[in-house]
C-alpha cells in the first residue's frame, strides 16, 4: 500500500500514519520522509521527533520499520546539510532499525534517470531506487510473520 502523499513533511507523515496503521495492518513500514521539512527550511529537531513517533507507532503496532534516509542541496550550509543526513543516522541506531542512507544513492546525479525538478526520479530511475531499497527489504520481508 503506497500511502505516501507528494509534498508530505513529517508533520503531515505524523498526522496521517495512525489512521494508515490502523486501515492497513501493515507487517512492513517503509518510512521515507524528511526532505521537504528539509527542503522548507524547517527545524531538524521536529523532524526528528516526528520521525522518532513514526517509527514507535509502527514497532507499537507490530510493524517492522525499514528507515529510508534522504540528502538535500547544500543551500542551508553545512551544519544544517550533515545534521539533516545525522538525523537517519541517529535514529536508525536509536531504534535499532535497519537504514537505507539514502535512497537515490545511484541516481541523484544522473541527470537521465532524474525528472527535471532534479529533485525525484523519472521512470528509467526507479529500477535503481529498487536496487538501493532492496538489500535492506529483504531481511524484513524474511523475518517471521
Avoid: C
Amino acid at each position: 500500500m503506497n500511502a505516501s502523499v507528494s509534498g508530505e513533511t513529517t508533520s503531515g507523515g505524523l498526522q496521517r500514519l495512525p489512521r494508515s496503521l490502523d486501515l492497513n495492518k501493515p507487517q512492513i513500514l517503509i518510512l521515507e520522509l524528511g526532505a521537504n521539512d528539509a527542503l522548507r527550511g524547517l527545524p531538524l529537531g521536529n523532524a526528528k521527533d516526528n520521525l522518532s513517533k513514526m517509527v514507535e507507532m509502527g514497532a507499537k503496532a507490530g510493524v517492522r520499520v525499514l528507515l529510508v534516509g534522504m540528502r538535500i542541496p547544500p543551500n542551508y550550509g553545512p551544519k544544517y546539510t550533515a545534521s539533516f543526513v545525522q538525523m537517519y543516522t541517529d535514529l536508525s541506531a536509536q531504534y535499532r532499525t535497519p537504514l537505507v542512507p539514502f535512497l537515490l544513492q545511484s541516481v541523484a546525479l544522473d541527470s537521465s534517470k532524474m525528472q527535471d525538478d532534479g529533485l525525484h526520479p523519472n521512470a528509467s530511475g526507479e529500477p535503481d531506487v529498487l536496487d538501493t531499497l532492496w538489500p535492506q527489504l529483504v531481511p524484513l520481508l524474511k523475518k517471521d510473520r
